[in-house]
């Protein structure tokens, strides 16, 4: 079926450190990946998407590029901020039914 | 645009009551919405998909009677966690699919924290 392999946490960083966490899919069908991100006890923020092969999506720093060879979607990001200490989910949307599949979640905490 | 919005935010309820979560897609129609559920520091599990006009269709265990889904119109679908128990205690949050756009991207709302004492 559907699933998603994401990095299990906590990852600790220093500010400015640079940023990789690592996300794989199952390749079933064609589906639209993606990245959200979670800031405590509030819901889902769409942070980032690609919907094809090769597409890169980015946002307020992130990037993460579509990889069909490795059925990869690592998220990236040069310069970490405290700001963006939160859980990082990876998904993959499945566009025959869509639904959404979701990684475990990596709990990034990022250090003045 | 594209706002979601759940309410209430959080709920304490006692064991054996019935409790209401409302979704609501604030500035578009949404013929789909989801339920999920979120265990502490774990991932969000689907539990449901709600169609605008039909029958919620239920991922495998998730109990159906327990977790009544009414999608009344294009703008709101309500949860109701029926004879709540503390194991009902969770995160819960919905997600909406814009209508009539080839876009199948799922808007989040802020979810809902039940409590069951």
């Known amino acids: 079926g559907d699933s998603v392999t994401q990095m299990e946490g906590p990852v600790t960083l220093s500010e400015e450190a640079f940023l990789t966490i690592n996300c794989t899919y199952t390749?079933?069908?064609?589906?639209?990946l993606f990245w959200y991100v979670q800031y405590p006890g509030e819901g889902l923020q769409l942070l980032l998407k690609?919907?094809?092969?090769?597409d890169k999506g980015s946002n307020k720093g992130f990037e993460a590029t579509y990889r069909k060879e490795t059925t990869s979607f690592h998220l990236e990001k040069g310069s970490v901020q405290v700001s963006d200490s939160a859980v990082y989910f990876c998904a993959r949307l499945n566009n025959g039914n869509y639904k959404l599949t979701f990684g475990k979640g990596t709990l990034l905490t990022v250090n003045p | 645009g594209a706002v979601v919005s759940q309410h209430p935010s959080w709920v304490i309820c006692k064991s054996g009551t019935s409790v209401k979560i409302e979704c609501r897609s604030l500035?578009?129609?949404?013929?789909?919405m989801f339920w999920y559920r979120q265990f502490p520091k774990q991932s969000l599990m689907l539990m449901a998909t709600s169609n605008e006009g039909s029958k919620a269709t239920y991922e495998q265990g998730v109990e159906k009677d327990k977790f009544l889904i009414n999608h009344a119109s294009l703008t709101l679908s309500t949860l109701t966690v029926t004879s709540a128990h503390p194991e009902d205690s969770s995160f819960y949050i919905c997600?909406?699919?814009?209508?009539?756009?080839?876009?199948?991207?799922?808007?989040f709302g802020p979810g809902t924290r039940l409590t069951v004492t």
């Open positions: 500035d578009f129609q949404a013929t789909t």
């Open positions: 997600s909406a699919a814009k209508s009539g756009t080839r876009s199948y991207e799922q808007y």
């Open positions: 390749a079933t069908g064609y589906p639209s």
């Open positions: 690609a919907t094809k092969a090769d």
